[in-house]
């Protein structure tokens, strides 16, 4: 989507967290933007009501505990700005661990990201872990039919099949202090999303240390997906 | 002893207590705990706004700690102050440290890592001075716990020059006592005025000794250095006061105080998480005429300062700016009582349209003109609307000197209901000196009549929230010589109103007992308290304010240990610190240190109350507390003390008999 689209009042923001900032929620996360974003004083589209909110939309939430090289947030404007009028609006107005990457126009009827989903891929670096082991239990892993989650759910549990929302795992070196590196490619669409630390504990891996990040959005029609 | 293997475990192997407490604590390690505890974003810093400068750059750093979880901590603006204050000096460095829940200290100690700062991840034992918020008292167990986590010796006496010095401060200040081994020094008092003449005055004493540089300290007014004084005891194990051990050694410790508001922080740190008040602050106002009796910030905030509206509204748009928050709380203690508010908020309404941006205003009184202002203010429909009566009849709002009356309370929750709100929110006391059951069933009666209200006007969907707390006598109050009622009675009364209320439309809900006892233990408590804090923290006991984490049986068992010890029994140290009721001479532990009010007029104003007297509120009339007294050289041009008549100095009349009075 690079031709100039000057009118529509939809724009797309890739960025990237990282250190501190992997530590929010996706709630978090939104209420992020929305301060960085009054902050540099962009005219954000407010609903109407009591309690008004920033439109806004994620692609796919990013779990507590993971950063990301590549998010994308949908925002909408009260008025037509330039993509580098707003890059460089929000420099200075964002915290330490937050970049952005890139930001486009968007055509204000296009899917909703999060509709378009499809996977995500995620890389987990890992101490104290033999590369070795970690590659039969990955192929154990993968090997299986089915692997049975328990969802915990405020009210109910629910059960699901994690063994579906895998569709690669592969180890790969880390660098120091890491021993290994987990990359993963999970399903991510509506009702089925698959979570890297339930990847972990189904390889016995719970509880230990990790650093956990996203390294691509996959959509389900390339002519959709933003210009990378 | 499980508490005090953290310490040990971090101090084996070095020749240097604190050697390997230097150090900044690399992400790395810090990262390993995070997946294991609940909302990790509390322990890692990286928020917008905080402050980062080079550690070597400095001359002194500072850690200011609140020390319960950073939720809370983030939103107590006393440390926002501070923050800001000693952020703006070249050469000194303020970072931020905050308790973490159970879950993060128990990883912490698993993993030998000591609690550190969130800016630059040093441990808490590598700064100079280490000030903790003694804002209440159920933070003083998560004291003790702060500083072992830290590494340090709990007791000020295990501590050396090599350690930071710890520094108290805030409300709890005001009686000390129960916590004075732990803390080198503490400021008695608006801490912004004394705490850059404090840095700059322990800079010039490194190469001292610990007890050479607090000497160096004394000169400093509205330091307390709780080492320098000995308390002394009657033989019958009464408090008998409180003697300076060195002749420079003040007393009484009078309170600083500012002249003017400070600046309001503009650049105020923006939390990466949901804390508990996700909101920018303005203070709008500080202190509080209305004088109630049981209301210990009401006096030791004293006298009114205001901010001036124009000035409020600059700070309102340069917050936002700067944080890009879409609320801003107005602090004070009674927002109705600023002069400029209501073209405060007219002025912010036209100016803010079309900004996105909210104001919440606490602590409105019982009016109709703060019904007005709240109705201009967003989404607090939503909420609820919030009064405070604190006592349901007429003779118990005498005895606490709460001028409001049940008629006017009607006639103002009607227009409450006119206007849209669903929800009243009532706050009452029980537990009151002089109360009898008759006054518990008038809280009953009173919510039921205003549920008929709402009703009329807002349908069956109308509710009441009753909230009950247990008045707990405080120090530097008219009421410090009045008793606790005992558990049996507040059980009675809360099930009398329990039983009054029930049904629909009706929620009560009451802190417990057992919590409010020991508040009630602390809170006028005297040294010999220290021992039992320790021994209740060594069992077990913190979060004392957090119904999920507090442990009773570790402080029934400190009290059993250690009760008999001075007092013969725990019964007989509850009826002395609890249920006794203190006779005019009663020597206080905190005589020593004067907020500015007089003893003389609290003693009066007490009278008044056995009497059923108001006392007006004192922006008309002055009533000589003492404030104008004492701090005559102080006044700023946003003081709401009236201007003094004729120079003359409030009156000493001698009728308590205290050599520790002026
Ligand atoms: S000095 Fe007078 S006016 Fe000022 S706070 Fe005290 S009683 Fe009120």
Redesign the pocket.
Known sequence: MNEQNPTTLRMRLMFATSGPLAYVSVLDLGRLWERALRRAAIPLRYSLGFNPRPKMQFAAPLPTGCGSEAEWLDIWLTEPCEPAAIATALAGTLPPDLHVIEITWVPEDAPALSELMRAVTYRVLLRDVVAAELETACAALLKEENVLRVKRGRRRHQHYDLRQLIETLSVTPALEPWTVALEMRLKAQAGATGRPDEVLSALGLADIPRRCTRTGLFLSSPAEAPDL | MESMTHNQLLNTNTPDPASNLRRPISWETIETLLHRVQKPGRYVGGEFNAVHKPWDAVTTRICLAFPDLYDLGMSNFALQILYDILNRREDILAERTYLPAPDMIAAMRQGNMPLYALESYHPVAAFDILAISTAYEQLFTNTLELLDLAGLPIRAADRDARHPLIVGGGHGAFNPEPMCDFFDIFIIGEAEEVILELVERFSQTRTLSREAQLQALLGIEGLYIPRFYRADYTVANAFAGITPLLPEVPVPVRRRIVGTLPPTPIHQIVPNIETTHDRGIIEIQRGC?HGCRFCQAGIIT??VRERPAEEIIQDVFAIAAATGYSEIGFLSLSSADHTEIETLLQTLQQQCSGLHLGFSLPSLRIDAFSVALAEGLTGSRKSGFTFAPEAATEALRRCINKEIHTEDLLTIAEEVFKRGWRTLKLYFMIGLPGETDEDILAIADLAHELRRIGVRFGGRKTEIHVSISTFVPKPQTAFQWEALADADTIARRQALLFQNLRGRGFKVSWNKYPGTSIEALLTRGDRRLNAIIERAWQLGARFDAWDEWWNLDAWEQALTELAPESFGSVEALREYFMYRERSENEVFPWDHLLSGVERRFLLQDAQRSRAGEFLSD?RGI????G??HHYANHRGAEWR??LPKSSKPATNQQTTGNENQL
């Open positions: 005429t004293r006298p004192c002055c009533h000589a507390c404030i104008l003390c009236p």
